[in-house]
């Protein structure tokens, strides 16, 4: 009975995913799409009422080399936005040169745009993929608050990131599944969906 089992799973595996087949090969299109958890926001000694989104985020991947069975090189584009805000509660400078002794709400929000290379690395016949890679992108910050005339409210600045990933796959379909990924941008842990596009 358990012999017969055993050829039945492995038949509708292979009905799936088909002999030699790999999640990520040669001319594969990933879509991730989820959110980050995690990271490290300044909001000076005295701040309260400090609240913040999650780092939502969506990257694509596409394969165009392959260099063995089951490893391949991607490149993709990625993009992400992460908001938060925080109440200050005592004197402030005004761009009318004078000082107001009021409460603060400031938010911060931080736009990327990147692209990032990797290597995966795809189990035969199996829904998972392994992969790491570097980022490489573009940030745009802007700083608000409730007082307009706040010398600083209205800042925004641009400059260049990297980093560095780790990541996994797995396809509960052959064309839907979940990833999760650490170690790089405004959060250290990412999660959400993948859909495999081609």
């Not at 925080?86 to 107001?100: E, F, H, L, P």
Request: hydrophobic share 35%; charged share 15%; with cysteine.
């Amino acid at each position: 009975m358990k012999k017969h089992m055993f050829c039945l799973f492995s038949l509708i595996c292979f009905s799936i995913y088909g002999q030699e087949n790999y999640v990520f090969k040669n001319k594969s299109a990933i879509l991730n799409a989820g959110f980050g958890l995690g990271g490290y926001y300044g909001h000076g000694w005295f701040a309260s009422g400090y609240s913040q989104l999650p780092y939502i985020n969506a990257s694509l991947d596409y394969s165009f080399y392959n260099v063995d069975k089951g490893i391949d090189i991607g490149l993709g584009a990625y993009t992400g936005f992460v908001s938060w805000s925080y109440r200050y509660n005592g004197v402030y400078y005004t761009k009318s040169g004078v000082y107001k002794n009021s409460k603060l709400v400031q938010r911060w929000s931080v736009f990327h745009i990147g692209f990032r290379p990797t290597i995966h690395y795809s189990l035969e016949d199996t829904p998972l993929d392994i992969y790491g890679g570097l980022m490489l992108g573009y940030g745009i910050a802007t700083y608000t608050s409730s007082d307009p005339d706040y010398f600083y409210s209205g800042v925004s600045y641009t400059r260049l990131y990297w980093g560095l990933l780790a990541g996994a796959r797995y396809f509960f379909k052959p064309k839907f599944g979940g990833y999760l990924e650490l170690g790089y941008g405004y959060s250290f842990l990412n999660l959400g969906i993948s859909l495999k596009l081609k």
